[in-house]
């Protein structure tokens, strides 16, 4: 399918396509894992020389938000970094598939936060769908059917409420699983497999994504980060002398609030379902409408988002320059992916609250993370 129309925004910022060669978050495990020459161009040193590892995964810190809060930072500000590109889009069920499987979307499959599963909508983080709990109906393993951290099973360090769950079993099937309720418990258990000698060790924290989605980037959000790199500190004084923690996150921010748009009812004519999420809107057209959908999200959301076919991000590689046809099946026709402040509302896309700050598109405050390095 072709694009017809004139995007609007031409003369704005374009979007932000990952490097899926180089230094993107989808070669952090293959350059401390796999292929560590690879990678030695813009892999900070003294990680890949470390005979010890713990890679941090610190959900929801974008790099732009990070150099906002350098004085609140101390520990991170310390460390060693750059920053990368995470993977788009710029959700959690995407990005951490990626970090974990050194894959693109493309390859994986996970290539959203809703996908189109089988005529149904998929919410990757509750594996459900309009009818309930889906792990039976539509296996994870089969979702995302490739090994985490190239089959080599180390401990993960996570919520212990994730065990079971059908994103853990899609993207952590395999790995040695370890729960912890508090923040404390990260690092007493991080600290305990470290002392075992485990050379490499992977941990997950939530808290930062959390704030930000409740309160946005306001004073919580600062207070949190300033919680998260005290997290960082902590672990860097209970591991041996000599490890390398290695810190990265999965995507950036922007604060959204009550910017919330509807689909405009010419566009909403043309639409079957929706699948995706707030600030990458994936729209289903009915058939027959597909020309007619892409004409009409130009003329009425042309100016807030950059409007793309299924085809064209394809062939400009959004998810990387390869791409399954399983993956392909999961994607609509077109895309919404927001450049302003604001996030294309869907009936079905709910929570437990409204959303402040938001992510999933394609610009600098989402894309760029942080890869940090610290020698205990």
């Not at 085809?311 to 993956?327: C, S």
Request: proline share 7%; with cysteine.
């Amino acid at each position: 399918m072709e694009q017809e129309g004139t995007d609007v925004g031409d003369l704005e910022p374009a979007p932000i396509v990952p490097d899926y060669g180089g230094a993107c978050l989808c070669n952090v495990v293959p350059a401390l894992l796999d292929r560590p020459d690879e990678h030695r161009g813009w892999f900070p040193g003294p990680a890949l020389e470390a005979d010890q590892v713990v890679l941090v995964a610190l959900d929801g810190l974008g790099w732009e938000q990070l150099e906002a809060r350098r004085h609140l930072t101390p520990t991170m500000n310390a460390m060693e970094g750059i920053p990368i590109s995470s993977v788009l889009p710029t959700t959690t069920a995407t990005a951490l598939t990626s970090l974990v499987t050194g894959m693109t979307p493309g390859e994986h499959g996970v290539v959203g936060y809703r996908i189109h599963v089988h005529g149904e909508v998929l919410n990757v983080l509750r594996w459900s769908t309009a009818a309930g709990d889906a792990r039976q109906t539509i296996p994870p393993q089969k979702i995302q059917p490739n090994l985490p951290f190239f089959s080599q099973r180390p401990p993960v360090v996570t919520r212990a409420e994730f065990s079971r769950t059908g994103f853990t079993l899609a993207h952590l099937d395999g790995v040695r699983f370890t729960g912890y309720r508090m923040a404390s418990s990260l690092v007493t258990e991080v600290a305990r497999l470290t002392r075992a000698s485990e050379p490499f060790v992977y941990t997950y924290y939530d808290g930062v994504d959390k704030v930000s989605h409740e309160y946005g980037l306001g004073e919580h959000f600062d207070a949190e980060v300033a919680a998260a790199d005290d997290l960082v500190g902590d672990i860097l004084a209970a591991v041996p002398s000599g490890t390398a923690v290695v810190v990265v996150s999965d995507h950036g921010q922007v604060e959204v609030g009550d910017n919330v748009v509807p689909l405009d009812p010419e566009v909403a004519m043309h639409v079957s379902l929706q699948s995706g999420e707030g600030r990458f809107r994936w729209l289903h057209a009915r058939p027959g409408h597909a020309t007619a959908l892409v004409d009409a999200c130009h003329a009425a959301h042309g100016a807030q988002a950059w409007v793309r076919t299924r085809d064209q991000l394809v062939d400009e590689h959004w998810f990387g320059p390869a791409i399954t046809a399983e993956a392909v099946a999961r994607l609509g026709d077109v895309a919404l992916v927001a450049r302003e402040d604001i996030a294309f509302t869907e009936p079905t896309d709910t929570g437990p609250y409204d959303l402040v700050g938001r992510h999933g598109s394609a610009t600098p405050a989402e894309v760029f993370v942080p890869l940090l390095v610290g020698i205990a």
